[in-house]
């Protein structure tokens, strides 16, 4: 009689193989009818025959857990054994399940939620989590959230052991590292200029991938340079509103980041520069710098070329002199917050004037004082004159003018006065004039004038035995000097003449007087050539043999019956 016996494992996993091994005497080279076994698995097994080898033996398993019975009858050649029967504990194995599925990728500052949904079947859980760390923990096994502080593939895995029955699951999840917001700022953006926002985090610029949303509050213009560069610009300062918020959104691989800051909007100092628009050279003026903002500050300053400067108490205030002539150019910088507003201005350097002037200090009262600037530049020049004296101006503004002064018949002293300025720099001028006496030289009407007919020229009503009197005839004779102012003069020949008289006086004062004159020919009847016998009824000739040409008229009168016939000029038949 075979025996029943086999082998049988104290325990098994639910829906887990177990080898049962037949190891009882039996011949297991015979074949059925010879040799058959009555295999009972028990509630819910079910049994695969291992076929290899010269054996009975089962893969068998469990669709449920508890106590299971196997039970086995052999016949061998008709004879049957005794019932075997064998206990095994059936454990139930553990499914692993999480509900939401575990997220196979997130961002470095998200987190994965595990919310076990499956069956642990009472046995022990065995976490592993690598790097993460739990957080949000509701229950440590079965309810939390797990995050990363660094990027990369991560890996977690769980492995419920139920009296040695296992369910074990790894997770991979991808921790991607969202881009940085790094933003280069100014902490100011002045009113009406550009503020230049420059994004220098890690985000890649130049991917397609890699979205980025700008948002500036209330901003006027926003010019987009390219590779995330923006000039913004914020055009009009409100002390009420001045904080405007800058969003950044960088949406990279599915990971989104927002980050908000601030840019404070300043306003723009407006500069003043308290100075005169002209000065001299090498004059010390004062310079005040201002500007219409309590807090800005006086950053920058410039006096032109050769400015030198000097301070004073007040560090906006400062005495400035040019050592050289032309426009110079002032320039101040104020700033707040970095905000800067430059002004200039203009201020003229003339060189100070010379008093430099040619002048005549001693004339007589029939001439004219003439007074020249002689120094550099081209300044104007401002006369005050005594009463009575007047000027006119020969050229150059005033700088090359004739005085005439009042004839009074006396020596007298006048002061001529001058004002002489380049721009404002002025020098004043001071000279005197001795203004003499000039004598009298007063020709007389003289009437008709004939030649060889001597003319009398009386001036004893303007004579002085104190001056000298000299006679300019042109052509004519002093016949005669009476005394007393009185000459007697003639003239040979007829035509124009200029009859000029010069007096000087003691003091060296001359005066001359021109009469032109007209000397007309006087005609001599004695120049009549006649014949002194001529035959009656019998033509001859009478000729004037005197300056024909000077004579205008001859009236001849015709007596006992003579007749005249004109023969050409100054001839006549007769």
């Known amino acids: 009689t075979p025996s029943p016996v086999f082998d049988l494992p104290a325990g098994a996993c639910m829906g887990e193989d177990i080898v049962v091994l037949y190891t009882g005497s039996a011949d297991l080279n015979l074949d059925p009818p010879d040799l058959e076994f009555d295999w009972d698995w028990g509630v819910d097994g079910t049994a695969v025959p291992i076929t290899s080898g010269n054996q009975e033996a089962y893969n068998v398993q469990w669709s449920s857990f508890g106590t299971k019975t196997v039970r086995l009858q052999v016949t061998e050649n008709g004879c049957t054994s005794t019932i075997l029967s064998q206990n095994i504990e059936v454990a139930e194995k553990p499914v692993i399940d999480f509900t939401p599925a575990i997220a196979t990728s997130i961002c470095v500052d998200e987190t994965v939620s595990f919310v076990f949904s499956g069956n642990d079947a009472g046995g022990n859980f065995i976490w592993d989590f690598g790097d993460a760390t739990p957080v949000n923990v509701t229950d440590a096994n079965t309810n939390f959230e797990l995050e990363w502080d660094s990027a990369g593939t991560k890996t977690v895995s769980l492995t419920i052991d139920n009296d040695g029955c296992l369910d074990t699951e790894t997770f991979t999840i991808n921790v991607l590292e969202p881009a940085t917001t790094t933003v280069n700022s100014p902490a100011y953006a002045c009113e009406g200029e550009p503020a230049r926002f420059v994004y220098t985090g890690t985000g890649d610029t130049n991917d397609a991938g890699t979205s980025f949303n700008w948002t500036f509050e209330d901003a006027d213009a926003i010019v987009d340079l390219g590779n995330e560069v923006y000039d913004v610009t914020w055009e009009t300062y409100d002390p009420n509103d001045t904080i405007k918020t800058i969003t950044l959104e960088i949406i ?323």
């Open 252 to 574: 990279k691989d599915g990971c989104t980041v927002v980050r908000n800051f601030t840019i404070s909007i300043s306003p723009k100092p407006v500069p003043q520069i308290i100075a005169p628009t002209e000065a001299c050279l090498d004059e010390s003026i004062a310079v005040t710098f201002d500007s219409d903002l309590a807090g800005a500050t006086l950053t920058g300053y410039d006096f032109g070329t050769d400015g030198t400067e000097t301070a004073t108490a007040d560090p906006e205030i400062w005495n400035v002199a040019w050592s050289s002539i032309g426009t110079k150019t002032i320039s101040a910088t104020y700033s707040i917050n970095g905000c800067d507003s430059t002004i200039t201005q203009d201020i003229v350097i003339f060189p100070i004037p010379s008093d430099d002037i040619n002048t005549e200090t001693q004339i007589c009262d029939n001439e004219t004082a003439n007074f020249i600037y002689q120094g550099a530049g081209t300044p104007t020049i401002t006369w005050t004159m005594p009463a009575g004296v007047t000027f006119t101006q020969v050229s150059g503004n005033n700088r090359d003018i004739d005085i005439t002064f009042p004839i009074t018949g006396t020596a007298a002293t006048y002061t001529i006065e001058a004002l002489i300025s380049n721009g404002n720099c002025n020098i004043t001028f001071q000279e005197d004039v001795t203004v003499l006496p000039a004598p009298i030289a007063n020709i007389p009407d003289l009437g008709t004038i004939c030649t060889t007919q001597p003319v009398t020229v009386d001036i004893s009503a303007d004579f002085d035995a104190n001056n000298a009197y000299t006679w300019n005839l042109d052509g004519g004779t002093i016949d005669k000097y009476n005394g007393a102012g009185i000459w007697t003069m003639s003239w040979e020949n007829p035509g124009p003449v200029d009859l000029i008289l010069r007096v000087q006086s003691p003091n060296g004062c001359v005066s001359r007087d021109t009469a032109a004159l007209d000397i007309g020919y006087f005609p001599q009847v004695g120049d009549l050539n006649v014949p002194d016998v001529v035959c009656e009824n019998e033509t001859f000739q009478i000729e004037y043999l005197g300056n024909v040409a000077e004579v205008t008229d001859f009236d001849w009168v015709e007596t006992a019956g003579g007749t005249f016939t004109d023969n050409g000029p100054g001839s006549w038949n007769v």
